[in-house]
């Protein structure tokens, strides 16, 4: 049983938003599940993505079916009232398909935004969660206004859904999977900085602490992002995605390494000869492209669909813009459309 759904995450200036719009109206006539959007700043790795609230209503207009979905908003960065008006706006424009996963952010340079927040970021992020639930049910919530007085505020415009779908982002740390757990949340996660070991004894954590406080692990939602290019022959796709690949894995470290730097200087990826820097990001690769990822044909990549499923991963989020020319991902869906057909009737 799995869901596909299609998220965006670094972005190819060049076309600027088309290539996602196309994209979604696919996978909106295609019966895939839901599109995600990503919330990233001041780089050129992901800054096609500033807001996922904007991109969102866009594409609720130019989708009929398509769950709208935030793949994440960086909770930190803003007033989580405000956080809720956006997204309720997307939710009565795409008639109640919006959904949110809320992530602590992991770069300080976001955080010229809010820097007030970089500290206790963690913290922000979870509180939230009440809020959110409570403005989008319909109760008013608390706050302090321009005068330091303690007044009522409630959600307008009042959502078409009667609960908002939420997810934590939850990657390293085994804390935001608990939380996630104890708060009843849904989990948005990927790989890239995890290996499959890990997430499955995450995701077995995520489940036990779900157990415990009550929740219902059949209502819960596990979201793995996974790097996704599917094609009719498997020596034909290793070639396309080797070179695209490769440089996505490569600017990634070096935003890690850059976030590493900045919190403890003197340690990072650059500190390794260039040698050594290309047999990492080779290793990388092979194992991306061996277990960790959807590049392949249908029929390779249903094992892949398949482990994942047995570890309690319900919805696998396909990431398509990681450096592939636009033409090739567009004309690659049908083929992933193809896998998704193999478990159509399991949505949620």
């Known amino acids: 049983m799995m869901d596909f759904s299609l998220i965006f995450f670094s972005g190819d200036e060049k076309n600027r938003y088309r290539f996602v719009l196309d994209a979604a109206r696919f996978a909106d006539e295609n019966n895939f599940h839901a599109v995600w959007t990503p919330e990233r700043h001041f780089h050129r790795f992901g800054g096609l993505y500033p807001n996922p609230s904007v991109l969102g209503a866009a594409l609720a207009m130019s989708t009929q079916r398509l769950r709208i979905r935030a793949g994440s908003v960086i909770l930190p960065l803003h ?32 955080f010229a935004l809010r820097p007030e927040n970089w500290g206790d970021r963690r913290q922000i992020t979870f509180d939230a969660v009440t809020t959110l639930r409570e403005l989008w049910e319909g109760n008013p919530v608390y706050v302090r206004d321009g005068l330091g007085n303690q007044v009522e505020v409630e959600l307008h415009p009042q959502p078409v859904q009667a609960e908002l779908p939420l997810w934590l982002t939850c990657t390293k740390s085994r804390d935001t999977f608990e939380t996630a757990g104890r708060l009843g949340c849904n989990v948005l996660t990927g790989l890239i900085d995890m290996t499959t070991e890990e997430l499955e004894e995450k995701l077995e954590l995520y489940y036990k602490t779900l157990a415990e406080h ?25 070639e396309v995605v080797r070179e695209p690949f490769t440089a996505y894995l490569r600017s990634f470290f070096k935003v890690i390494d850059s976030q ?25 690769f092979d194992k991306y492209f061996e277990k960790g990822a959807l590049l392949g044909t249908p029929a390779s990549c249903a094992s892949v669909v398949e482990r994942f499923a047995g570890m309690g991963v319900t919805e696998i989020a396909c990431l398509i813009d990681f ?26």
């Open 214 to 238: 009550g929740h219902d692990k059949d209502s819960t939602t596990v979201t793995l992002m996974l790097h996704t290019f599917v094609g009719k022959d498997l020596d034909e796709v290793r």
């Open 79 to 110: 007033s989580p009232i405000r956080v809720a008006e956006e997204w309720a706006v997307v939710d009565n424009l795409s008639r109640g398909r919006a959904g949110i996963a809320l992530a602590t952010g992991f770069s300080p340079v976001d």
């Open 323 to 348: 450096g592939i020319e636009e033409n090739l991902v567009l004309d690659s869906l049908q083929h992933l459309a193809r896998l998704a057909q193999q478990y159509a009737g399991a949505g949620r």
């Open 260 to 284: 590493k730097r900045n919190l403890a200087p003197g340690a990072g990826v650059r500190d390794i000869s260039e040698g050594d820097q290309d047999a990492l990001i080779k290793f990388a």
